[in-house]
């Protein structure tokens, strides 16, 4: 079947780092791939997106950058907040998606 | 407001009783599905549905039903519930298909 793979499971930075987490798929057919965040008892947002004909996108403090070739995605983080904290899940795919495992982030003041 | 609605927030049964997790939104999105969230596993797709009438199985769609009668409502019944369906359970929703989801406020599921 597809397979999703985020790296790291967990990430800890300190106020002010950058952060990147990267996930990886086996499905050379997905053409969409979203990040959400999920923070402690909340449901999953869509926090950025991105389609297959881009290599990079930005809002603000978080970007996606896709590398269609090799399989994998990552999303960046610049000048963390306490409020990253979170944990970060991928989702790449068409139709049917399937879910990284996660990323616990936290950020430490 | 633009929303998903899922109901009950919270719900313990008992094996074998039937029941049902009611999701509605109210934005006419074409694409809605259920996903199952497990900790260390991350959330896991049960079924998705493309439109009214047009669904089909996600990753672990075994002891679920859905049905799409109508564009709003996405509901999920268990038929006969049990333990290993214990689990946190998102209703979501999007434009269309490869749009981002908009997520219900999940509804916590406990089989004894």
């Known amino acids: 079947g597809e397979n999703v793979e985020q790296h790291p499971s967990t990430l800890s930075v300190q106020e002010g780092d950058s952060a990147v987490i990267k996930c990886t798929y086996s499905?050379?057919?997905?053409?969409?791939f979203p990040w959400y965040k999920q923070e402690l008892g909340k449901r999953p947002q869509l926090i950025i997106d991105i389609r297959s004909n881009v290599g990079e996108k930005k809002d603000q403090r978080i970007a996606v950058t896709l590398n269609k070739t090799a399989k994998h995605f990552s999303l960046h983080i610049t000048e963390t907040q306490p409020e990253d904290s979170a944990v970060y899940f991928c989702a790449p795919g068409t139709y049917k998606y399937i879910f990284g495992t996660g990323t616990r982030l936290k950020v430490l003041a | 407001e633009a929303q998903v609605t899922q109901n009950p927030r919270y719900l313990i049964t008992v094996t074998g009783k039937k029941l049902t997790v009611t999701c509605s939104q109210n934005?006419?999105?074409?694409?809605m599905s259920w996903y199952r969230q497990d900790p260390g596993l991350g959330l896991r797709q049960i079924y998705y549905?493309?439109?009214?009438?047009?669904?089909d199985k996600g990753d672990v769609p075994e002891g679920y039903k859905v049905s799409r009668k109508e564009k709003r409502n996405f509901p999920l019944i268990l038929e006969s519930p049990s333990p290993n369906q214990t689990s946190l359970y998102f209703c979501a929703s999007s434009v269309q298909g490869d749009y981002g989801y908009t997520f219900g406020s999940g509804t916590r599921l406990t089989v004894v």
């Open positions: 549905s493309m439109n009214v009438e047009v669904t």
């Open positions: 934005m006419n999105h074409e694409y």
């Open positions: 499905d050379s057919a997905s053409n969409y």
